[in-house]
């Protein structure tokens, strides 16, 4: 589908008054997550990004929403790297919500590049570079913007988890169940550090050059002031351990307990695919990921742990 077919006739003129040079017949979709799809829409003065939310994910408005009044503070405040500017919302003519658009950012995800030896310390970084201005953000300022802060493990980990569990097998049930009581057992996250944090740090939203530099980051819709682990977690979705730790060194000042939340949130990450895949892929999506659970547990068996 075309972002074009997409679009009811009233959202067509809207977006077409928002971005008047914008050839949006020639848009391509260049990416779709569980709330919402993304096109890259030409334009001679700079191509742009617009994101649509899918149509059963009417939550993600309030991230799109809160995203386009974050960028502008990100882009003032983080020199590291380049985040979406003139951001704007598309509304037709009733007010209605009908897409989120920003300047489309250059670069291609770290899967599309093999990064060795120089390059990668130098991308680790760079990458640790953004995280520290990111994480370095004012509380208040964030609040302004309407980001929320949040107990990642009571207010995200454990309903996703205790929703999760109905769909698993019996060995993933106990998986996952084990994670969820040795994290708790371990403190979890009520007495670590709020900060602001990108949310979502998986490889496509993380751009580079064609010399494996971080050229820019998106997505900013999962931001919160929450635990920085999380972010770093997110490095584990495109790298290994060891360049997490090399990230982490360049950081500096993580606090003591971040390496283990962050294993924490990279090994149950298959649980937003259980909660939210439902409609991607015609359940594809679910489906993979209590696959993957049921591997994790399989794994913990035969490591006889």
């Known amino acids: 589908m075309t972002l074009w077919s997409e679009l009811a006739p009233a959202a067509r003129e809207a977006l077409a008054a928002a971005i008047p040079h914008a050839s949006l017949h020639a848009a391509r979709k260049i990416g779709e997550g569980y709330g919402a799809a993304a096109f890259r829409v030409p334009d001679p003065e700079g191509d742009w990004s617009v994101r649509l939310p899918r149509p ?8 799109l929403e809160r995203e386009v009044r974050l960028l502008p503070t990100l882009e003032a405040r983080i020199a590291a790297v380049e985040t979406p500017r003139d951001a704007g919302v598309v ?27 120089r390059k990668r310390e130098r ?24 980001v929320r802060e949040m107990d990642l493990w009571p207010d995200r980990y454990q309903p996703l988890i205790a929703n ?3 769909h ?56 919160m002031l929450a635990d920085p682990a999380l972010d770093f977690a997110g490095i584990l979705n495109e790298f290994s351990w060891a360049f997490l730790e090399r990230v982490l060194e360049h950081y500096g000042n993580a606090d003591p307990g ?48």
């Open 56 to 63: 059963e994910a009417e939550w993600a408005i309030p991230d």
């Open 164 to 166: 999760s569990l109905a």
């Open 91 to 117: 509304r037709d003519d009733g007010g209605g919500f009908v897409a989120a658009v920003h300047r489309y950012v250059e670069g291609g995800p770290p899967s599309t590049r093999a990064i060795r030896g």
């Open 258 to 305: 971040a390496l283990g939340r962050a294993r924490f949130y990279i090994d149950v990450v298959p649980i937003f695919q259980v909660e939210y895949g439902e409609h991607i892929r015609d359940g594809e999506e679910r489906r993979a990921g209590i696959r993957r659970i049921a591997a994790r547990a399989a794994a913990l068996r035969r490591g006889g742990r």
């Open 168 to 223: 698993l097998g019996p060995a993933g049930r106990r998986w996952l169940e084990a994670q969820a009581a040795n994290f708790e057992a371990a403190g979890a996250t009520s007495d670590v550090p709020r900060v602001p944090i990108h949310g979502d740090l998986a490889g496509p939203h993380l751009l580079l050059d064609d010399d494996s530099n971080l050229r820019g980051v998106i997505d900013f819709g999962d931001a």
């Open 123 to 146: 991308l680790a970084t760079q990458i640790a570079a953004f995280l520290r201005q990111l994480h370095a953000v004012p509380r208040t300022v964030a609040k302004r913007h309407g």
